[in-house]
């Protein structure tokens, strides 16, 4: 199996810690981006920003977890 281009370039984490890396990076970026947007105004405008940075970071944390699941059944052979 090729190794992805982000492993084969030594600044990003790989493998398990990685997968744990990106699954708490979207975390804060799911509670922090809405939390940001919303302090600083109560317009239509920033609400709506702020739903759709909440469905992206939400879309990204499920594709993270399940990456991070994908890592550890692997880590345990299944």
């Known amino acids: 199996m090729p190794v992805p281009w982000t492993e084969r370039t030594g600044r990003t984490p790989g493998g398990v810690i990685g997968a744990w890396f990106n699954v708490v ?4 970026l799911v509670v922090g981006l809405p939390i940001a947007v919303l302090s600083r105004g109560q317009g239509a405008l920033n609400i709506a920003f702020a739903v759709v940075l909440i469905a992206v970071a939400v879309a990204m944390e499920v594709l993270f977890v399940r990456n991070l699941r994908q890592q550890l059944a692997r880590r345990r052979g299944e």
Do not use: G, K
């Open 25 to 28: 990076v979207c975390a804060v």
